[in-house]
């Protein structure tokens, strides 16, 4: 649990109320949902297991193509992603 903390920088909860500590808990645990889904789509084309993927570098790699995957025309962001989903596996 502590990686998933450090890893998905939840170590400082910043919301003031209780419904914003609760919303910024989902926020985070529909981050980690995401970032899973990722390793185990990149897993389908290569012979890892999401297992033997690191979260840490799947979470960097998204960072790193997140915003030309919101800028681009479609073609281009299934290309990107097809992109992202090889680095996420060979990482």
Partial sequence: MRHRKT????????????????K???????AYTLLRTLM???TTTSERTPFQLSLQGARQQLNQMVSLLATTTK???QRLYQVLLEQVASG
């Fill in 7 to 22: 890893t998905l920088k939840m170590e400082l909860l910043t919301a003031k109320t209780p419904e914003m500590v609760r």
């Fill in 24 to 30: 910024e808990i989902w926020t985070h645990l529909f």
């Fill in 75 to 77: 073609a281009q962001r």
């Fill in 40 to 42: 185990w789509q990149a």
